[in-house]
């Protein structure tokens, strides 16, 4: 059963609404979510809520990430991506700016950036299989750690630097159902560690 609160945005988002990323800025982004999609990785449940996120990082400081409650799309736009350009996970807190907010995984995902310069792509995909199989097998957050909060960026620093996540560049994400986290250097890279865990 999927949590109640899923999408759910649980940090202290400081949006300013403004204009889209150029479109040559975020082709990229845009094909690899789209084809995330196609393959079900990301999407909507039946209830209505959607699942799902990808980012690409801009900067030391910033990354673009598809916005919230934007998994039941099939097909997006710059419309449907902010950038991400400040962070506080302390704080819990976080500033965007474009025509959307952050997605609900924003704050996960700042806490990989901030970790390795290494990491530039990271796709938050579901898939069932794959969750319950890796639990305990590939590096898996604590059960008791809900998504979007800093209790879960801190999470990830944990597994970074107490297992070989790096190396392996997935993770499970036991307290957030269904839910699996890819990165690497590019987006085809953190796809093709995905591609290599699912049968």
């Known amino acids: 059963m999927v949590a109640f609160d899923e999408g759910v945005i649980k940090y202290v988002c400081n949006w300013d609404a403004g204009p889209p990323l150029p479109e040559a800025q975020l082709v990229e982004l845009i094909a690899w979510r789209d084809r995330m999609y196609k393959a079900q990785y990301i999407g909507l449940y039946p209830n209505g809520i959607g699942y799902g ?48 907010q952050a997605s609900s995984e924003s704050l996960t995902h700042a806490a990989l950036y901030d970790y390795s310069s290494a990491i530039r792509a990271i796709i938050h995909v579901h898939n069932r299989p794959l969750w319950q199989r890796g639990q305990g097998v590939l590096p898996t957050t604590a059960a008791s750690v809900p998504y979007g909060t800093p209790a879960m960026a801190y999470e990830m620093m944990r597994l970074l630097d107490c297992s070989n996540l790096m190396q392996t560049r997935i993770l499970i994400m036991a307290g957030h159902e269904e839910g699996v986290l890819v990165f690497g250097p590019t987006l085809a890279a953190a796809e093709e560690v995905l591609y290599q865990h699912i049968d």
């Open 53 to 100: 996120n990808i980012s690409l990082r801009r900067s030391a400081r910033s990354f673009a990430v598809s916005g919230t409650q934007t998994g039941h799309l099939a097909e997006t736009t710059p419309q449907h991506y902010t950038l991400v350009d400040d962070w506080d996970i302390d704080r819990n807190t976080l500033h965007c700016t474009g025509p959307i």
